[in-house]
C-alpha cells in the first residue's frame, strides 16, 4: 500500500502533467470554477435528496402526512432549479470560452495543424515552424488557430484552456494566455487513428524576454544556424 501511494504521489509532480484542476490562464480558471460549482452544488443536491428519501420513507410515502408538501417541494422543485441555474451558468461560459471576438485582442497569432498524429506548429509573423510545441510570452493573449490536414483533431491543453476541434476546411480560434512560465502538457483529444494516444504536445510559457529571445534565435536564417553549429 505504501509503495502505491508513493507511486500515485510521484505522478503528480512537476509542471507538466495534464490537469484541469491546475489552472495557470483565464479559460483553465474558469473551467477549474465551474468543476467546484458542479461538484458543490450537485453534491449539496444528492445530500438534500437522500435526506428527503429518508424523511419520506419514514413517512410511509403518504403526501398528506405532515411535511409530505415539504418533501414533495424541496425534493422535486428544489433540485431542478438548481440544476437548471448550472446550466445555465455552464453554457454562457462555454459562449464566453469562444476565441472569436476575443482573437482581435491578441498579441499574435499561432497557426496549429493537427496531422495523423503531429501537430505543426506555424508563427506566421514571424516566419517560425515548429512541431509538437508552442512558446509563447507569459501574461500575454495569444491567437491559435486550429486546422487539420486530415481527420478531426481536438486541441486541448488542460492548464490553460478547454478543448477546441480543429475540423478539416474549418479553422477554429481559441485565445490562451498563461499566468504564469512552466511547460503545461496538451494532448489531441479526438480519437483520430491508431496513434492518436501518441499525439502530444507542450506548450512553453517563458518571460517576455525570453521570448523574444528564443524568436530570434529561431528566426535566424538557416546558413548562419550551421556555420554556428560547425564552430562548436
Given amino acids: 500500500m505504501k509503495w502505491l501511494l508513493l507511486f500515485l504521489l510521484a505522478a503528480c509532480g512537476g509542471n507538466t502533467h495534464q490537469s484541469a ?93 493537427g496531422h495523423q498524429w503531429w501537430w505543426e506548429v506555424e508563427y506566421p509573423e514571424f516566419g517560425i515552424m515548429t512541431a509538437n510545441e508552442l512558446h509563447i510570452p507569459k501574461g500575454k493573449n495569444v491567437a491559435i488557430e486550429l486546422r487539420s490536414a486530415d481527420v478531426i483533431h481536438s486541441f486541448w491543453v488542460p492548464s490553460l484552456h478547454g478543448k477546441l476541434d480543429a475540423i478539416p476546411d474549418h479553422p477554429n480560434t481559441i485565445v490562451v494566455r498563461a499566468d504564469r512560465t512552466g511547460v503545461f502538457r496538451g494532448q489531441c483529444a479526438e480519437y483520430c487513428g491508431l496513434q492518436h494516444a501518441l499525439m502530444g504536445l507542450y506548450v512553453v510559457s517563458l518571460e517576455e524576454e525570453e521570448f523574444d529571445r528564443w524568436v530570434e534565435q529561431k528566426s535566424r536564417p538557416w546558413k548562419v544556424k550551421k556555420e554556428e553549429f560547425a564552430q562548436m
Fill in 21 to 113: 484542476l491546475s489552472s495557470a490562464g483565464p479559460g483553465a480558471y474558469a473551467i477549474e470554477k465551474l468543476f467546484w460549482i458542479l461538484t458543490i452544488g450537485l453534491g449539496a443536491v444528492f445530500i438534500l435528496t437522500l435526506a428527503l428519501l429518508a424523511r419520506a420513507l419514514k413517512s410511509g410515502g403518504n403526501a398528506k402526512k405532515p411535511g409530505g408538501k415539504f418533501i414533495l417541494g424541496f425534493g422535486v422543485f428544489m433540485p431542478a432549479m438548481v440544476v437548471t441555474a448550472i446550466l445555465f451558468y455552464s453554457l454562457s461560459l462555454s459562449f464566453s470560452l469562444k476565441g472569436s471576438e476575443q482573437a482581435q485582442k491578441a498579441e499574435f497569432r499561432i497557426v496549429v495543424t
